[in-house]
């Protein structure tokens, strides 16, 4: 009956009923959709522990000592080389060496000395020649030894000399710098220690800099070393530079976190140390006013670098004034923030989503009514 009245129509009402069905089963998969929820009062957490997930409420009395505890662990620090009890300078190959030999008390007068015209350099040998003691071993001994050396030597011909040894011209010992700085290359060592800050300041960082895992390969083995926490919370190490230190100052990657829940779905970039809950749902865009439940904000992390346990934060923004704990709560990179939605929103959503289909069943008989009778 309905086909026979139709049959004029039959293109138009194909079109229709095709346009209605795909409305209708779009509705039907999204009811089916399991919707994302995470329980926020104790009672809903109980079984939780089964699963390996531990929630920690965020206070006021425990937020510094959750930040130190999980910010500022020694894994985060790196593994840098220990500095040795006093830096000292190694004499090499291509250094220049001012060599003066005191023969008489009147060490204020250039006539008491015997001083060469200009600075002797250092051999390949690793050797250099001075006059009556002949070659005189030089690289990978320190200004000291070499004074003592030549001391010895020439008390032979002078009656106790005097000797004065410094170096005049730093050029055998180096270390490289590569990654992302603006400045890379070799950097030449002098009798005064550098330290990593200072050749990684100097060579002016990227803003893609990771400060927080910058290495040294030193002697074939690679250390690392988290100079975003030296600077930002005094801890971890500023290790002296050795010659053929290689330093690598890596590009940021990875350094986010993601955000799901009632807030704009998106990944937030964070600098270790620096970054909080507040800052980046202020980059988020906010809680959504309407949907968001403020009790329920979660921070996701894994307990450790194995197996699949995680530690949750709970944060309950309720009154304003507990953002200001959200700000001291810092974050990590890989961490997942996460809001759950309002429980009236909740109902709402199942009913809209239980209602849906039978809304689109309902408009499709119209339109084949509105059609039939045409």
């Given at each position: ?14 079109v ?12 039907v998969?999204t009811?089916?959709a399991?919707?994302t ?6 009672a ?6 089964d ?7 965020v206070?006021?009395?425990?937020v510094?000592r ?16 220990r ?22 008390p ?36 320190s200004v000291?030894e ?16 005097q000797?004065?040894?410094s170096v005049?011209?730093?050029v ?8 992302e700085?603006?400045?890379?290359g ?11 800050l200072?050749?990684v300041?100097?060579?002016v960082?990227?803003d ?19 100079l ?5 919370r ?9 010659p ?5 100052v890596?590009?940021?990657d ?10 704009p ?8 140390g ?8 202020a ?17 996701f992390?894994?307990?450790g ?7 949750v934060?709970?944060?309950?923004l309720?009154?304003a ?5 959200a ?18 929103t909740?109902v709402?959503?199942n ?8 809304t ?15």
């Open positions: 009956m309905f086909q026979k009245q139709c049959k004029p129509f039959r293109g138009q009402l194909n229709a009923r095709r346009a209605v069905l795909l409305g209708a089963g779009a509705a998969l009811a089916c399991p919707q929820t995470f329980p926020i009062t104790e809903g957490q109980k079984n939780l522990v699963r390996d997930i531990r929630v920690i409420k206070t006021r009395d425990n510094a959750l930040t130190a505890e999980y910010v500022a662990p020694d894994a985060a620090i790196g593994n840098p080389p500095d040795s009890s006093r830096y000292t300078y190694r004499v090499g190959v291509g250094d220049g060496l001012d060599i003066r030999i005191w023969t008489g009147e060490r204020s007068s250039a006539q008491g000395s015997l001083v060469p015209p200009r600075p002797i350099v250092v051999e390949e040998t690793g050797k250099f020649f001075y006059p009556y003691v002949g070659d005189v071993p030089a690289a990978g001994r000291a070499i004074r003592e050396y030549l001391t010895q030597a020439l008390s032979e011909y002078i009656a106790m000399p000797v004065e040894v005049a011209d730093f055998s010992r180096r270390v490289t710098l590569t990654g700085v603006t400045q890379q070799e950097t030449i060592l002098t009798n005064n220690p550098l330290r990593l200072s050749l300041n100097t060579a960082p990227t893609e800099a990771d400060l927080s895992a910058v290495t040294i390969s030193r002697a074939g083995r690679k250390y690392t070393v988290n975003e926490a030296f600077i930002t005094g801890i971890g190490a500023n290790p002296i530079l050795l053929n230190d290689i330093v690598t890596p590009r940021l990875g350094q986010s976190i993601y955000v799901f829940g009632e807030v779905t998106r990944e937030v970039p964070i600098k270790v620096e970054t909080n809950v507040t800052s980046v749902l980059q988020s865009g906010g809680l959504d006013k309407l949907r968001a439940d403020t009790r329920g904000v979660f921070v992390r894994r307990s670098p194995v197996a699949g346990g995680y530690d934060y709970q944060i309950d309720q009154n004034d507990t953002y200001l704990i700000s001291q709560m810092a974050v990590l990179p890989q961490d997942i923030l996460y809001v759950t939605s309002d429980p009236i909740r709402t959503d009913i809209t989503k239980v209602l849906s289909p039978v689109g069943v309902t408009r499709a008989a119209s339109a084949g009514r509105a059609l039939a009778t045409e």
